[in-house]
């Protein structure tokens, strides 16, 4: 009998954002396609990262993280939105914030459960449910303002549910869920009994008037939401896999032990970089993240509309989704393998976005990039005018 791979490997695929990484690697192009961020780490993350490991931090920790980040991150939570965190019963720190809902995954989840989420989705957020064998069903929202309505989530919604998935600011649109929206799910989430996963990795990405709003802390959410979060974004360390899982303590033990089995800890003294950075760095540094980000944003979107590649312009994170339907071929992987062979900038097919073919004139850019390397993929985006 010939060997062969499992089943289970059909159940995941390479990641479309990856697949164009590797495209753009080959022709050496400009990677708008993966979210790397490779704008500058803060000093105090990378000082105290060194430090740790010139002491000695270098060992397994506690499969919850150290009790050092812990602290740091429920100090956080509540200073910028009064939330009360334990630190030594609710916060387990992953293999980033992907580690943590995948561990979150295991622990709360059966073979056969049935998530909601909302499209455009982020393609990792599908993958790990369907690699915990739970099943994906989808909420598709529309512009203007990527709205949905109570409707549209009752149709969907089974005997089987059991979650809801919100990605706020969102990967891939930039839509910031309003209170108004977070009430109405809330209301939902206790209706029918749910689990509230949340993906809030991109909390300090907020333009205009928007600002982030954690579901936990809605009335009487604390208990059913698992906020899924990390660092890699806020301090550019995408490469460091420092994330974590805030909950209620009656659901933390058993995905600690999960963490525990998947990764034993994150790396020790990155855990404790991170820490230095919650510690030492102030509200000034969060908020400006946005007014740097903002200007990147405006940047990218006036190459694109110079382009006639029309933007949707997001309200966070840092992606923009963009019409290329001007561009030729028959679906988006085309339109972007088009586009990265004439101008080399990748983005990603905005097919890998949707659960069908609805995003086959999308495709999402990202600016999380050093402004030099920014504005050369935008001159040449606006060079395709020319072509």
Avoid at 212 to 218: D, R, V, Y
Avoid at 326 to 340: C, D, H, I, T, V
């Amino acid at each position: 009998m010939a060997l062969k791979l499992s089943k289970r490997h059909e159940w995941v695929m390479q990641s479309e954002i990856r697949n164009m990484s590797i495209e753009c690697d080959r022709i050496g192009g400009i990677n708008l396609s993966q979210g790397v961020c490779d704008t500058e780490v803060p000093l105090v993350v990378r000082k105290g990262a060194r430090q740790a490991m010139d002491a000695g931090i270098n060992t397994y920790t506690h499969y919850a993280g150290l009790i050092e980040l812990r602290e740091a991150i429920a100090k956080k939570q509540r200073q910028f939105y009064g939330m009360d965190v334990d630190p030594e019963k609710e916060i387990i720190v992953s293999g980033g914030a992907t580690g943590a809902l995948y561990c979150a995954c295991l622990a709360l989840l059966n073979p056969g459960d049935e998530v909601i989420l909302f499209e455009p989705f982020y393609g990792y957020h599908v993958q790990t449910l369907v690699a915990t064998q739970a099943v994906p069903v989808f909420v598709r929202m529309n512009l203007p303002g990527w709205h949905f309505s109570v409707a549209d989530l009752e149709a969907v919604v089974t005997p089987r549910t059991r979650g809801i998935m919100i990605n706020t600011p969102a990967n891939p649109s930039g839509k910031v869920f309003s209170k108004e929206e977070l009430n109405l799910l809330a209301a939902f989430a206790a209706k029918h009994n749910l689990f509230i996963f949340t993906d809030e990795i991109y909390e300090h990405f907020l333009y205009g008037d928007c600002r982030h709003i954690p579901p936990a802390t809605l009335p009487g959410m604390k208990e059913r939401t698992i906020t899924i979060s990390g660092l890699s974004k806020t301090f550019s360390i995408t490469g460091w896999r420092i994330g974590y899982c805030i909950c209620d303590a009656q659901w933390s033990t058993a995905i600690g032990f999960f963490n525990d089995l998947v990764y034993v800890c994150a790396p020790a003294p990155l855990q404790s970089g991170v820490a230095k950075g919650l510690q030492k760095l102030n509200f000034n540094y969060y908020r400006s993240l946005s007014r740097i980000y903002k200007k990147k944003r405006d940047k990218i979107c006036d190459a694109l509309f110079k382009a006639t590649l029309i933007p949707i312009i997001p309200d966070g994170a840092y992606y923009v989704l963009a019409d290329i339907s001007s561009l030729p071929g028959n679906n988006s992987k085309e339109r972007a393998m088009y586009l990265l062979r004439e101008t080399g900038v990748a983005c990603v097919p905005g097919e890998a976005f949707f659960h069908d073919a609805s995003g086959e004139y999308l495709a999402r850019f990202c600016f999380a990039k050093d402004d030099n390397v920014l504005a050369e993929a935008c001159r040449r985006l606006a060079s395709l005018k020319n072509l």
